[in-house]
């Protein structure tokens, strides 16, 4: 059968706007079926509370502290790291075998199972570094999982901005560092900021390499340095679902660290997102 | 006559492409130079010379001189921030940065700071609000965009027209205070009315600066320079006074070229 040309268009429309409502339909019925399952027992208390009774009962306070803790390791080693990698590999690597060499192994580790990043923080963090079961062995691994990520996403950015505007710098008699300061870094920090989004949320959303390098699977306190053991938001769900002395009365526990997990991340991404417009408007092209 | 520019056995090298092939050339002072010839003639790569932008060209290779004020800036020994200060440069495609009117302008003098001696010692300073403010107005009324821009200058750079934004590019170079100014063909991406007013302004530049400008258009070479280099394929052919080169030239290759039958 042949269609018309015109009932085609409207068939192929269709198809595309269907995809893109599927997206978001998806994102709805997540959000909506863990909210149903843990508004309940979300409240002020649960958030502030130590958990008691083999988590059963209590809060989650120290879970939200470590995951938080966590991400706020992954932005102070993988951004920096990550961003100078970046103008290394495009600014002065751009087109060299060294360079070639660089992107390919970026790319390589991006494909990495993080279970398998969990291994490497076992054995190079918390036994042959002697760091142990501990915060720092975590952030360490979280870190080194999101760096291709971050790499990827900042060398985008940075490759972004035109070559014009670096040649314009140049001809006032910049000097190549001056260069990227004051013009390739403020104009690719947009970019950038997607590139910390999607490293931050991801470090905040492992569960696997946690299980090997430091997470505690209940504790009445906050870990107290950087070498103590901790809870995390992502593990406690997977611990609530799976390993709970009694899981259908703990059920709503689970949904509920779900939720603040969920909120947490997003409310990063809102942070991130409204950072990012108000660049784009300060540097508009 | 007083020279700007000489050259001397000029060689450029992209890998393994010979691009120019030896060039020597005197450009004078206060004069309007055009470098006209076919595209991938060698003409961009000359000028980029003067203010060594092929430095930033990975596996591109210049020998021979280049004198500016008795000194040879292709030297090693030159710091190539001084050179691109006393030689400036304007672009093809007009390439304001995505900061506001002033800040493209101010943008050279806060790199430079002021050179001040003291006691016999130079110092460097900031520029104070108000010098920035008078460098600023200044370079933009030079560069005949002051009435346009005088009450946006705190709007973005980049929301200018095509040749505004040109101008501005411009005003940016004159801000830091060079001798010369290199203009690689900056009217290509304009319209007759913007290219009109650019032109204006090179001959009116000429009274202050060295102007060389690289140009496919020989109407506009004929309009408004005093002297005409024609490049073919990497080889300086002639040079002379613009009339003579467009009524009498001496090669006949050039006579091919600007009669239109080649190129």
Known sequence: MMLSRKATEVAVFSLFRGCAVLVVLALLVLVGYIATGGLERLSIEFLTDMPRRANTQGGIFPAIVGTFYLMLIVLSISVPIGVMSAIYLVEYQQNSLMGRVFRLAVYNLAGVPSIVYGLLGLGIFVAYLGLGFSLISAGLTLSIMTLPLMISSAREAIAAVPSTVREASYALGATKWQTIWHHVLPYALPGIFTGIILSVSRAAGETAPLMLTGVAMSLQRLPDSFFDSFMALPYHVFYMATQSSNLLATRPIQYATALVLLLLVLGMNLFAIVLRKRYRDKYRW | ?263
Not at chain 2, 109 to 118: D, S
Not at chain 2, 148 to 168: F, H, M, N, P, Y
Not at chain 2, 236 to 263: A, C, N
Request: some cysteine; charged content about 30%.
């Open chain 2, 1 to 263: 006559m007083t020279t700007a520019i000489h050259t001397e056995d000029l060689h450029v090298y992209f890998e393994k492409n010979h691009a120019l092939k030896g060039v020597n050339m005197d450009i004078e002072m206060n004069k309007i130079t055009a470098i006209i010839g076919p595209s991938g003639c060698g003409k961009s790569t000359f000028i980029r010379c003067i203010n060594r932008m092929n430095d930033l060209i990975p596996g591109c290779t210049v020998k021979g001189k280049v004198m500016v004020d008795g000194e040879d800036v292709n030297d090693d020994d030159v710091d190539v921030v001084d050179v691109r200060k006393r030689i400036g440069m304007v672009f093809q495609k007009p390439n304001p940065f995505p900061k506001s009117i002033y800040e493209n302008v101010a943008y050279g003098p806060r790199l430079h700071g002021v050179a001040e001696t003291i006691d016999g010692k130079v110092r460097r300073r900031k520029h104070t609000k108000k010098e920035l403010d008078e460098i600023v107005e200044h370079s933009i009324r030079r560069a005949a965009l002051w009435d346009e821009v005088k009450d946006r200058l705190d709007k973005s750079g980049t929301s200018l027209s095509g040749g505004q934004q040109q101008r501005l590019c411009i005003a940016r170079t004159l801000a830091v205070g060079p001798e010369i100014i290199l203009f690689d063909e900056p009217c290509s991406a304009l319209d007759p009315i913007a290219t009109a007013k650019i032109e204006d302004l090179l001959v009116d530049l000429k009274k202050d600066y060295t102007v060389v400008i690289v140009t496919h258009s020989m109407q506009q070479a004929s309009r408004i320079s005093d002297r005409t280099a024609f490049f073919y394929l990497g080889d300086l052919i002639e040079m002379g006074d613009t009339k003579q080169i467009f009524e009498k030239p001496s090669k006949e290759l050039t006579e091919q070229y600007i009669t239109g039958r080649m190129g």
